[in-house]
């Protein structure tokens, strides 16, 4: 299923969406529609995610059947592994689980189908895919993952600002956090929110000198 929703997969938009339609339509007619999460547009999935180290921004998934209905009946998981550049705060107990690679993070929606993922970390993701997935079907790929975490160090200091601003009126996605396409003083103000915000675990203080310890947590 997974394989054939995957909008890449397909050669054109027509024949995409002709073969949408005929997997739609037979669905339609099959019980087991009811039970598992449709892709994108009908599970909504936000294109653009902003992420603090702190933790404090909140990206929602919406999981939904083919009848438009919640569906909650397993984890939501949001797959960064391709992305090298980016790492996970090290959260002994965090608000999702964390795959065993450490680079994939799941939800449980709640009954409205809704998951909220709080998540933590940094780091460049440029050029990268992050995908979600929920029981095995690829619901949507990500446009942006714009982390306030430049430089990957765990918080947002005068280094990630001096990154944003050095890249003002370029298109640059990786620092364009309103998604407008370019990158402005709104977007330094909107880093500037978020200056001095640390991961959260306060046993491994995010600063300069921390870095070896940060990267034995890590490896
Ligand atoms: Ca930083
Ligand atoms: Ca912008
Ligand atoms: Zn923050």
Request: aromatic share 6%; with cysteine; proline share 8%.
């Amino acid at each position: 299923m997974a394989r054939l929703m995957n909008r890449d997969s397909f050669p054109s938009r027509s024949s995409a969406i002709t073969s949408v339609l005929v997997i739609l339509t037979a669905m339609t007619s099959d019980p087991a529609a009811a039970k598992i999460p449709m892709p994108c547009p009908i599970s909504d999935v936000p294109a653009l995610m902003v992420i603090c180290p702190a933790g404090d921004i909140e990206y929602k998934v919406v999981t939904r059947t083919l009848a438009n209905n919640p569906w909650s009946r397993d984890f939501v998981t949001i797959d960064f592994c391709p992305c090298r550049g980016f790492r996970f705060a090290p959260i002994a107990a965090g608000p999702y689980v964390m795959s065993a690679s450490g680079c994939s993070v799941s939800v449980m929606p709640d009954y409205n189908g809704i998951s909220r993922f709080a998540l933590s970390g940094g780091g460049n993701s440029t050029a990268d895919t992050v995908v979600v997935w929920a029981d095995g079907i690829r619901l949507c790929e990500l446009d942006a993952v714009v982390p306030l975490d430049q430089d990957g160090d765990l918080a947002v200091g005068e280094p990630d600002r001096a990154i944003v601003r050095a890249k003002l009126g370029s298109h640059a996605p990786e620092a364009d956090f309103d998604g407008d396409g370019v990158v402005t003083e709104l977007d330094v103000r909107t880093l500037e929110q978020h200056l001095g915000h640390v991961h959260p675990d306060s046993s491994t203080p995010a600063r300069a000198t921390s870095w070896g310890r940060i990267k034995r947590l890590w490896h």
